[in-house]
């Protein structure tokens, strides 16, 4: 080897095998096997998507969401945050938080199954506005989960978005928008002070 060579090898990181995804895409199931892979990896179309450094709204936003839905949610399911769920082989999105059946939450899996999933929750951030806007309900929907909430920040404040899917369609309509106070009866009943992200 030559002195070139061995400097440009000192100064060349090595890449993870990761970093060059196969030609037909990364499948749902590789996301258990590849090592090193950065926390919170989604795999969308068969490529991988890494999560950027959440800011205090959406890290404040998670925990009222998640401590809420556990008060109100009925035992026959359980509240589960940043799970993976598969809707089909190069599919594998991360909600941020997630309604399963019970039977489904056994306490050692790595994700779930699109049939196990009631409710998806996203809550919006600069890096992912267009996946959570867009791509992802769309591939929720063809899914065939049957509730869809989004979550923006305005002026600090949450607005939830409630979308309920349409048989007919394979699609979300939108069944409300909530400023202040989050109140429905579907999937179950549930009513949140949303100004209670003030407090966290």
């Known amino acids: 080897m030559t002195a070139e060579a061995v400097i440009q ?17 990364f ?9 090193d892979l950065p926390a919170h990896t989604e795999l969308i179309d068969g490529s991988l998507v890494f999560v950027s450094p959440q800011a205090s709204f959406h890290m404040r936003m998670l925990s009222l969401l998640e401590f809420e839905l556990r008060r109100f949610a009925p035992s ?12 089909g082989p ?10 399963v059946r019970a039977e489904a939450a056994r306490g050692d899996e790595t994700f779930y199954r699109a049939a196990d999933v009631a409710l998806v929750i996203e809550v919006v951030s600069p890096e992912s506005r267009v996946r959570d ?12 989960i049957a509730h869809f909430w989004r979550v923006e920040q305005q002026e600090d404040r949450p607005v939830v978005y409630v979308y309920e899917l349409d048989p007919a369609t394979r699609g979300y ?3 409300g ?12 009943d549930v009513d949140l002070d949303l100004s209670e992200i003030d407090q966290l």
Do not use: C
Request: aromatic residues 6%; negative net charge; proline residues 13%.
């Open 9 to 25: 090898e000192m100064t060349t990181p090595s890449l993870p095998d990761w970093v060059f995804p196969p030609p037909e895409g």
């Open 177 to 188: 928008i909530h400023h202040d106070r989050l109140k429905l009866t579907v999937p179950f």
């Open 173 to 175: 309509a939108l069944s």
């Open 76 to 87: 026959t399911f359980k509240v589960r945050r940043e799970m993976s769920v598969i809707l």
């Open 90 to 99: 190069n599919q594998r999105p991360e909600p941020d938080v997630s309604l």
């Open 133 to 144: 806007r867009e791509r992802k309900p769309q591939l929720y929907a063809q899914a065939g």
């Open 27 to 35: 499948v749902a199931e590789d996301l258990d096997h590849i090592p």
